[in-house]
């Protein structure tokens, strides 16, 4: 299973876009990755998905490099709610899109006012 | 999106007491679910995969006589913490899966005293 690697900690201010970077250097060619995030004391919600175009929904953009090796999760005008622990995850399995979701210790991100 | 309960949110017992959460799909059908624990400070740590109809297979190092689970119904899991312990205290989340998404539920706060 391909694993990730994501910096500690981030701080931004308040109304900037947040950039949240992820390394999956070991990623194979059919696996997605999916981020999710932690508000403190609630459970896990689900962000974006993707597998080598980028996407964009009314949360946030996934940019994928074109090696597939790293991507970036932008939160395009962050808010003060958007303070959580992200995650960056490549789900372990053969199947990948139908196999389990295994967190990291994901990046904090603080934002400032 | 899909949605997820669990119940009750919060559980305060007494050491040797068995105690049940209910996780449960509001409004999709989910063939697998997942049950995982968080410490305090820590990310969330997977201890079982659940499938409507037959036994659950668990993570290596849970004890699967100690956390029991039925996933007895295409919308409803239940962990049940048999003879809980102050260190069973903990935070724990569900989740159910759907066309390639993990939807997770409130969690629920598990104290031990």
């Known amino acids: 299973d391909a694993k990730t690697t994501q910096p500690t900690s981030m701080d931004c201010a308040e109304g900037r876009a947040a950039n949240l970077p992820c390394n999956h250097s070991t990623i194979s060619g059919n696996e997605y990755v999916y981020w999710y995030r932690q508000i403190h004391s609630q459970g896990p919600q689900y962000i974006i998905h993707g597998l080598k175009n980028n996407e964009t929904n009314e949360m946030a953009s996934l940019i994928i490099t074109e090696d597939r090796k790293s991507s970036t999760l932008i939160l395009p005008h962050a808010t003060l709610r958007d303070t959580a622990v992200y995650y960056c995850?490549?789900?372990?399995?053969?199947?990948?899109?139908?196999?389990?979701?295994?967190f990291g210790k994901g990046t904090r991100l603080h934002i400032l006012p | 999106g899909a949605v997820v309960s669990q119940h009750p949110s919060w559980v305060i017992c007494k050491s040797g007491t068995s105690v049940k959460i209910e996780c449960r799909s509001l409004d999709f059908q989910a063939t697998t679910m997942f049950w995982y624990r968080q410490f305090p400070k820590q990310s969330l740590m997977l201890m079982a995969t659940?499938?409507?109809?037959?036994?659950?297979?668990?993570e290596q190092g849970v004890e699967k006589d100690k956390f029991l689970i039925n996933h007895a119904s295409l919308t409803l899991s239940t962990l049940t913490v048999t003879s809980a312990h102050p260190e069973d205290s903990s935070f724990y989340i569900c989740?159910?899966?759907?066309?390639?998404?993990?939807?997770f539920g409130p969690g629920t706060r598990l104290t031990v005293t």
């Open positions: 995850i490549v789900p372990s399995g053969p199947g990948n899109r139908d196999d389990k979701i295994i």
């Open positions: 989740s159910a899966r759907v066309l390639a998404q993990q939807y």
């Open positions: 659940s499938n409507e109809g037959s036994k659950a297979t668990y």
